[in-house]
């Protein structure tokens, strides 16, 4: 079975530019989770859609941060513009019906 | 306000003895605790659970504990391999106040080396 795909693995952008990454998550799996993780902490959740509809996103800095999953399988998640402090891993997640996580290898985003 | 604690940033531990990792959490409403392990630039890996109505839970090498009333649980890997240096993340399943839905809270993390 196929795990959970991100892409890109690495971006580097300059601060105000947009940078949009995605997620594919393991086929069958209804709920997809977005999270942030800055180095030395652990994952936060931004954002949680089961099928093409958001859960929770309480946590999303909507002002900047936005994030879709049109077709209720691929997922996007965009930030425009970006700031100095948006560095961090972004994890993308997913799960059936139990209550396990199966995160993807994660896009380390860096802003200068 | 930190939900979960892992109040050790590392451990190091000879090859064949036991690890213990540790983590305490703050919030009765979590019902149901993972331990994931990451190396790095991967993503955490899911290594083992437990629900709140058990006490333990075994697979193979691991075992994880959880004390309810202290509200602590702990993560034992014997024996240790080296294969097993990681960070290991200890994260809460749980709705509370504050949150807009039924979420995983994790820890910061202990980082285990294991020395062959």
């Known amino acids: 079975e196929a795990g959970v795909a991100q892409s890109p693995r690495y971006k580097i952008i300059e601060k105000r530019q947009s940078v949009a990454f995605w997620c594919n998550p393991i086929?069958?799996?209804?709920?997809l989770y977005w999270y942030q993780q800055i180095l030395g902490q652990g994952p936060k959740l931004l954002i949680q859609?089961?099928?093409?509809?958001?859960?929770?996103d309480s946590q999303l800095p909507k002002d900047r941060f936005s994030a879709e999953r049109l077709k209720g399988v691929d997922s996007t998640l965009k930030i425009q513009p970006a700031k100095l402090e948006d560095s961090a891993v972004y994890l993308c997640a997913s799960r059936t019906s139990t209550d396990t996580q199966y995160f993807g290898p994660g896009t380390r985003l860096t802003v200068l | 306000d930190q939900q979960v604690k892992q109040n050790s940033p590392s451990l190091s531990v000879q090859e064949g003895r036991i690890s213990i990792l540790n983590c305490d959490y703050t919030?009765?409403?979590?019902?149901?605790f993972l331990w994931y392990k990451k190396y790095p630039a991967e993503g955490p890996t899911f290594l083992i659970s437990i629900s709140s109505i058990k006490d333990k839970n075994e697979d193979g090498r691991f075992t994880v504990f959880l004390n309810k009333s202290a509200k602590h649980l702990s993560l034992h890997i014997v024996p240790s391999q080296p294969g097993d240096s990681a960070v290991y993340f200890c994260a809460a399943l749980g709705r509370y106040s504050g949150a807009g839905s039924y979420q995983l809270t994790f820890g910061k993390g202990t980082k285990l080396s294991v020395i062959p």
């Open positions: 086929s069958g799996h209804a709920t």
């Open positions: 919030n009765s409403m979590f019902d149901y």
């Open positions: 859609f089961q099928n093409n509809g958001v859960v929770d």
